[in-house]
């Protein structure tokens, strides 16, 4: 990779992470998905308050006009149509004196019920960019690397890194910065099927490695015998399958 290539994905990464960061905070805070929320709103002088509308994150709107639980001067409502997750905005009105009749408030439903924060926001963020910069390098590495264990610890690399990357995507769906369940539901998908790889590519690698050791052995044995380093592979390579397609 050229380096302003990589100068650009630094550039762009950086990016992103300053302008998500800017994200503001929630009223209520965040809430996990499935469980009810108290609905809350503070009114001195008012003798009622009334939940009027709450709009998901989908974009609908739905028309409660409930009266609130009057508290001291609080007015509290539960509500447990927390079902999907995303930004929540909900609009109460009362009859303050000296104050907007109407106020609208926010909460967001994550699936762990964890709010991001900006310094988490911005640390998840660089892990991540900072994962897929090493996903790259590896990858790139692995089809320019020419010696066989090269290829095969970068091979590895790759996968590792490919499952770290996932889960971390993953978990940040989980905590509601993706907005939605389907890129959520697909980095979760990516990352048990790379993790369930992992075994049969264990044992595959176990095969390889005892292939190369076999061959090895036996083109080792015929050096010893005199054969010149050219004819002794080729036989090798022949009697081990010809893997090595002859080079």
């Given at each position: 990779?050229?380096?302003?290539?990589?100068?650009?994905?630094?550039?762009?990464?950086?990016?992103?992470?300053?302008?998500?960061?800017?994200?503001?905070?929630?009223?209520?805070?965040?809430?996990?998905?499935?469980?009810?929320?108290?609905?809350?709103?503070?009114?001195?002088?008012?003798?009622?308050?009334n939940v009027t509308s709450i709009k998901y994150?989908?974009?609908?709107?739905?028309?409660?006009?409930?009266?609130?639980?009057?508290?001291?001067?609080?007015?509290?409502?539960?509500?447990?149509?927390?079902?999907?997750?995303?930004?929540?905005?909900?609009?109460?009105?009362?009859?303050?004196?000296?104050?907007?009749?109407?106020?609208?408030?926010?909460?967001?439903?994550?699936?762990?019920?964890?709010?991001?924060?900006?310094?988490?926001?911005?640390?998840?963020?660089?892990?991540?960019?900072?994962?897929?910069?090493f996903l790259v390098f590896s990858i790139v590495?692995?089809?320019?690397?020419?010696?066989?264990?090269?290829?095969?610890?970068?091979?590895?690399?790759?996968?590792?890194?490919?499952?770290?990357?996932?889960?971390?995507?993953?978990?940040?769906?989980?905590e509601g910065l993706l907005g939605g369940m389907?890129?959520?539901?697909?980095?979760?998908?990516?990352?048990?099927?790379?993790?369930?790889?992992?075994?049969?590519?264990?044992?595959?690698?176990?095969?390889?490695?005892?292939?190369?050791?076999?061959?090895?052995?036996?083109?080792?044995?015929?050096?010893?015998?005199?054969?010149?380093?050219?004819?002794?592979?080729?036989?090798?390579?022949?009697?081990?399958?010809?893997?090595?397609?002859?080079?």
């Amino acid at each position: 990779m050229k380096k302003k290539e990589v100068k650009k994905l630094l550039l762009v990464l950086v990016l992103g992470i300053f302008f998500i960061s800017l994200t503001s905070a929630y009223d209520l805070g965040s809430v996990k998905q499935g469980e009810c929320v108290d609905l809350y709103q503070h009114c001195s002088d008012c003798s009622f308050v009334n939940v009027t509308s709450i709009k998901y994150p989908n974009q609908t709107i739905i028309y409660l006009n409930v009266e609130m639980e009057k508290k001291g001067y609080d007015f509290i409502y539960n509500y447990c149509g927390n079902n999907q997750s995303g930004d929540y905005f909900y609009t109460v009105c009362g009859d303050p004196t000296d104050k907007d009749p109407c106020k609208t408030f926010s909460y967001i439903v994550t699936e762990s019920g964890v709010e991001m924060s900006q310094a988490r926001t911005t640390s998840t963020l660089g892990l991540i960019g900072l994962l897929l910069i090493f996903l790259v390098f590896s990858i790139v590495g692995l089809f320019k690397v020419e010696d066989y264990r090269g290829k095969f610890a970068l091979y590895w690399v790759s996968h590792v890194l490919m499952i770290l990357i996932c889960f971390v995507g993953w978990q940040i769906g989980v905590e509601g910065l993706l907005g939605g369940m389907a890129l959520t539901g697909i980095f979760r998908i990516m990352f048990w099927v790379f993790t369930i790889a992992v075994l049969p590519m264990i044992i595959l690698s176990g095969a390889w490695i005892f292939y190369i050791h076999t061959f090895n052995e036996h083109f080792q044995k015929l050096v010893d015998k005199g054969m010149d380093t050219e004819s002794a592979f080729k036989m090798a390579n022949k009697k081990s399958g010809g893997w090595f397609n002859g080079k």
